[in-house]
């Protein structure tokens, strides 16, 4: 209501300034002018008794009255006119603080509508330059990713071939423990077969002596049998060399014990290392994950404060862009990619 109230004082504004004053007077009087009446029989007769009358008076006495009148009509049209003229003159003092409030509005929309475009414009390069940013830091996860996963293969192929050779070394130690095992059932065996070397095997079977007692108790032996046994020296030297057989096979068998125990003890550090890859993997995609998140939610807020209208963008005294990027997450800065090494890769070529 009162914007088309406004619209129709606008018009007759631009009417009122296009008219001249002697237009308006005329206008004016036109307005509060005399009506006529069609004349009838009874006003002809009484306009003809008034004319008679008029005839019969003096002239003086007429032309007095008609002074009189003619200078009350001229008072009431002065009135009239200055009426008009105070009406014009604060229907244009109205008019004109009127236009120019709503030029000042006009030009302040306007500055308005040229900064909110400028803060469009630095908002929009800012957004090409993070979109550019986000392209960039989603090439540098991929790539890192990328090498995780190559490092994580790697990883788990050192891992089944560590646990091929540990099998084939568990299958090779028990194969051996088994033939030594076999070997010296027989040994013992054929010892109990000999008179000779009963001694001897006896001791080894019940009590677990060491070599030096076999071999002092071998000696005493043929010094008391006398060199008419000295035949059996053969016999007592195969013993000697099977000892020593078994004492190689035992030194192998302690040598392939601890071989073995590092190799576990290597395969539970690639089994750590790998958990810290795959952590390192998780951290990863839950720092891309934050990343997309963070540039998805700014991006959705700067369309929405640029689309919401001249009065909904917050503008600073510097005309700078009131959105704020930032995508960077703390543990991006912190985490730098690890490679893995690996001591033992030179002992595996050779095994």
């Known amino acids: 209501m009162m914007q088309e109230v406004s619209m129709v004082m606008a018009n007759d504004a631009r009417a009122i300034e296009q008219m001249s004053e002697e237009e308006i007077l005329a206008c004016l009087v036109a307005e509060t002018g005399p009506t006529f009446r069609v004349?009838?029989?009874?006003?002809?007769?009484?306009?003809?008794?008034?004319?008679?009358?008029?005839?019969?008076?003096?002239?003086l006495d007429k032309y007095q009255k008609e002074n009189r009148r003619l200078q009350q009509a001229s008072l009431r049209l002065e009135q009239e006119n200055d009426s008009l003229a105070h009406r014009l003159i604060s229907s244009k003092v109205a008019l004109r603080s009127a236009l120019d409030t709503a030029e000042d509005k006009v030009d302040e929309l306007t500055k308005e509508l040229q900064r909110t475009r400028q803060q469009l414009q630095a908002t929009e390069e800012e957004k090409r330059g993070k979109e550019e940013e986000a392209a960039m830091l989603k090439e540098v996860f991929r790539r890192e990713l990328e090498k995780t996963e190559q490092e994580v293969r790697k990883s788990s192929g050192i891992i089944a071939d560590y646990k091929q050779i540990c099998s084939q070394?568990?299958?090779?130690?028990?194969?051996?423990?088994?033939?030594?095992?076999?070997?010296?059932?027989?040994?013992?065996?054929a010892m109990r077969t000999c008179p000779s070397c009963r001694l001897v095997a006896e001791p080894v079977t019940a009590e677990g002596s060491s070599e030096n007692t076999e071999q002092e108790a071998v000696g005493a032996e043929e010094a008391g049998r006398g060199p008419e046994e000295t035949g059996g020296a053969p016999r007592q030297t195969e013993p000697m060399r099977e000892d020593q057989d078994k004492e190689s096979l035992k030194a192998q068998v302690t040598e392939l014990e601890q071989e073995l125990a590092q190799t576990k003890l290597q395969m539970v550090e690639a089994k750590c290392k790998i958990q810290e890859l795959e952590h390192q993997k998780g951290v990863l995609a839950n720092d891309l994950q934050d990343a997309k998140n963070n540039w998805i939610s700014?991006?959705?807020?700067?369309?929405?404060?640029?689309?919401?209208?001249?009065?909904?963008v917050g503008v600073h005294k510097d005309g700078a862009p009131a959105v704020a990027w930032n995508i960077h997450s703390p543990s991006l800065s912190r985490w730098s990619p690890k490679r893995l090494s690996w001591p033992h890769k030179d002992h595996f070529k050779h095994l």
């Open 39 to 59: 004349p009838t029989k009874k006003a002809k007769l009484r306009e003809s008794r008034l004319q008679l009358m008029d005839d019969m008076e003096d002239p």
């Open 169 to 189: 070394l568990t299958l090779r130690l028990e194969r051996q423990e088994a033939a030594h095992r076999d070997e010296l059932d027989a040994l013992k065996s």
């Open 298 to 312: 700014k991006a959705l807020t700067s369309l929405r404060t640029s689309g919401g209208g001249l009065h909904g």
